[in-house]
């Protein structure tokens, strides 16, 4: 069993920054790829961004490239979301998910935190 608790989340005008954080307890964090997806009310869960178990790749949606930045600290048991030049469309429920390296990609992910509002305000 591997918890995730996120933090970090909030109210912010657009053009301002947030720092998202999760916090993994369990097995070694280290042998974990991370990922941060987001929900909006009535909509489709969706992928934001991904980093690799040593952080050496970064993976991000179309829609947050240039402005949110994916990274982890593995002594720290911790992944990080930084997030710049918010707009009123990045407001979501904002989650952290894990996925072991033996499981393959195409399974998904294993673990999810409980989740983190974000609102960006006009």
């Known amino acids: 069993q591997v918890q995730l608790v996120e933090s970090g989340g909030g109210l912010v005008q657009a053009g301002g920054s947030l720092r998202l954080s999760c916090v993994a307890s369990g097995r070694t964090f280290s042998s974990y790829a991370m990922g941060w997806f987001r929900q909006a009310p009535g909509k489709e869960r969706e992928f934001v961004a991904s980093i690799s178990v040593s952080g050496g790749n970064a993976d991000y949606a179309d829609s947050v490239k240039g402005r949110f930045t994916i990274s982890r600290d593995n002594a720290k048991n911790t992944v990080y979301l930084q997030m710049n030049s918010l707009k009123p469309e990045d407001t979501a429920v904002y989650y952290c998910?894990?996925?072991?390296?033996?499981?393959?990609?195409?399974?998904?992910?294993?673990?999810w935190g409980q989740g983190t509002q974000v609102t960006v305000s006009s």
């Open positions: 998910a894990a996925r072991h390296i033996t499981t393959p990609p195409r399974f998904g992910y294993d673990y």
